[in-house]
C-alpha cells in the first residue's frame, strides 16, 4: 500500500480550504505538518490513524506547480451521499466538474463515483465502491 500522495498547489491557502471541502465528508481532518526545507504544506489522514497521508505542497524548488497528464488521485467514501456532498463542497470551494456524481456500472457492480479538478488543475476523483466484499 502506499505511504502518502502529494500534489503541487500555487496558494496554499485556496488549496487548503478546497481539500477541507472536499475531503471532510469522506472523513479526513488535517493535521499539522512540519514544512520540508522551507516549503510550505498541508496535511490530511483518516482520524486516529498515521498513514496513509494526502498532502498539498507549494514546490520545493521554486517553480510554479503543474499537473500530471494522466495523473489522478482517487478519495474512497463510505457512502454515495458521502461522494455527492464532497464533490458539491468542492464545488464551492473553487473545483471544476470533470463528471456529475453518479452511479458508474462499467466500474464494478455499486460503484459511484464524481471527478472534478482542484483549483490548480489537479484531477481528483471521489468513490463509494458498493462492490467492494471482503474475501
Not at 496554499?12 to 465528508?25: K, M, N, V, W
Not at 482517487?74 to 471544476?96: C, Q, T, W
Not at 456524481?101 to 464524481?114: I, K, L, N, S, V
Request: proline fraction near 10%; glycine fraction near 12%; charged fraction near 20%.
Amino acid at each position: 500500500m502506499f505511504s502518502h500522495i502529494t500534489v503541487g498547489c500555487t496558494d496554499l491557502a485556496r488549496a487548503a480550504a478546497f481539500y477541507d471541502a472536499l475531503l471532510t465528508p469522506l472523513g479526513l481532518k488535517r493535521r499539522a505538518v512540519t514544512p520540508d526545507g522551507g516549503s510550505e504544506a498541508a496535511c490530511w489522514v483518516m482520524p486516529e490513524q498515521t498513514l496513509p497521508r494526502f498532502y498539498v505542497y507549494i514546490p520545493l524548488d521554486g517553480e510554479p506547480a503543474s499537473v500530471g497528464n494522466g495523473s489522478m488521485v482517487a478519495f474512497g467514501a463510505p457512502a454515495p451521499h458521502a461522494v455527492d456532498a464532497a464533490h458539491e463542497a468542492a464545488l464551492r470551494h473553487g473545483g471544476r466538474d470533470e463528471g456529475a456524481p453518479g452511479p458508474r456500472p462499467r466500474y464494478g457492480q455499486g460503484y459511484y463515483g464524481a471527478y472534478l479538478r482542484d483549483p490548480d488543475g489537479n484531477k481528483i476523483h471521489v468513490v463509494y465502491r458498493g462492490d467492494l466484499r471482503p474475501d
